[in-house]
Structure formats: C-alpha cells, structure tokens
C-alpha cells in the first residue's frame, strides 16, 4: 500500500481541472500555475496530491515519497519520469528526452498506484 512521507510540498494553482489526476505528474505553466504533464519531454515539477478544479489550489509534492499512478509498468528502485498521460514511467539513465521525477519505491502494472520518492532535480541545458 503506497504511503505519504512529505518532506517538501508546495501549494500552485490549478491552470485547468486537475480533479481526475491526483498522483500523477504535473508541471509548471506559469507563475505559480501548475498543469498535468501531457507530453514526456514536460519537465515535472512534482506529484498532485489532491484533486482541485481549474483555478483552485493544488498541492504538490516536490520532495518525499508519494503515490503514484503507473502507466508503464515499473519495478521498485527503477528511475520514474512521467509520460504524456502524466503517469509514471520507467527512465532508462541514458534517455535525454525526458526528465527524471525520482525513484519507485513499490512498482506494478499500468493503471495501479505504486509508491515513489520524488525528487525533481532543476533541469539545465548547454
């Protein structure tokens, strides 16, 4: 059963309706704005954890260990990164077209809620 361990979260607001996405990825756009992750080369801010309408606040988790919902199947200790569905993937450490989001902790089959550590590094570029 996933758990919740918070260590940082931060309150956005909901730049659309976010009800249906609570554990999935999500990404910034626009000041203090947040929207679900809908391409694989988004880069994440963090984890939904709640389920707010267009303009409400939204939670989400930048670092700590978090349920999640797979879209790929996964197994612990794999490198997660979000697809264009928000859901979490597993990341080969080679891949440079998506961004890594953290670590899964409890992995599974497409469409169940598994468990990661999420710790979104900031992305630079050359």
Do not use: W
């Not at 996405?21 to 000041?31: E, P, R, S």
């Not at 988004?42 to 409400?56: A, R, S």
């Not at 469409?111 to 990661?116: D, H, P, Q, S």
């Amino acid at each position: 059963m996933a758990n919740e361990k918070t260590i940082f979260t931060e309150t956005f607001i909901a730049g659309e309706d976010l009800r249906l996405y609570q554990y999935h990825g999500v990404k910034m756009n626009g000041n203090r704005t947040v929207d679900r992750i809908d391409a694989d080369t988004d880069i994440p801010v963090g984890v939904l954890l709640n389920e707010p309408n267009d303009t409400q606040e939204a939670l989400v988790m930048i670092v700590g260990r978090c349920p999640v919902v797979i879209g790929e199947a996964i197994t612990a200790g794999m490198i997660v990164s979000f697809d264009g569905n928000a859901e979490a993937e597993p990341r080969a450490l080679a891949d440079t077209d998506n961004y890594p989001a953290g670590t899964c902790t409890i992995g599974g089959a497409a469409g169940v809620v598994g468990e990661m550590i999420v710790g979104v590094a900031p992305v630079t570029t050359a």
